[in-house]
């Protein structure tokens, strides 16, 4: 749901990362999250127990339940595929725009693995290193197969073959190597 929420406030506000931290008493944050309380309280769009789901949860959920939509990462339906108990199911299931406000266009972002480096962090160096590891092809590989996570090292992909459909063309976009 975090996700969900960042991009219906970036969504509305392009500057929203200058404005760290979060402020709900921002109107834009504020109906971003009304927007998705309303998913789940009002609208009756989603059940109440995805609060609790990771994304692999998510995902078996909707699948299992018919579920109308997921919010999930691109390379989902070529990474789930392999690993849900009825991949027939995926002939039913297609890319869509997230959810996004009336003259807003909706907003992605492309990676998800959330490796950060706090500027106040004392351990810098160190958290530098973990992240280098995260980048070296085994844990790329890894990362893919148990998590279903899309490559963020461009050259590991390549050479493993663990792209989903359109990453290169992706990634040239976005001047990634």
């Known amino acids: 749901m975090y996700c969900c929420l960042i991009r219906s406030e970036l969504g509305q506000d392009r500057q929203f990362f200058t404005r760290l931290p979060l402020d709900f ?12 309380v309303e998913f789940v309280h009002n609208d009756g769009i989603s059940p109440a127990a995805v609060s609790d789901f990771d994304e692999l949860t998510s995902y078996t959920q909707m699948l299992d339940e018919d579920g ?67 980048q070296r092809e085994e844990m790329q590989k890894v990362m893919f197969e148990l998590g279903g996570y899309s490559p963020t090292n461009a050259e590991a992909a390549k050479r493993l073959g663990l792209a989903p459909p359109n990453y290169h063309r992706m990634c040239k976009e976005l001047g990634i190597k």
């Open 68 to 134: 109308v939509f997921v919010r999930g990462w691109p390379n989902f339906l070529e990474s789930y595929r392999v690993r849900y108990k009825h991949p027939e199911k995926f002939e039913l299931v297609e890319r869509a725009p997230l959810p996004h406000f009336e003259g807003k266009p909706p907003v992605s972002v492309f990676g998800g693995w959330n490796l950060m480096i706090s500027k106040n962090s004392p351990r810098k160096k160190e958290a530098l290193e973990l992240a280098r590891f995260f």
């Open 25 to 36: 008493e921002r109107p834009e944050p504020r109906r971003a999250l009304t927007m998705l």
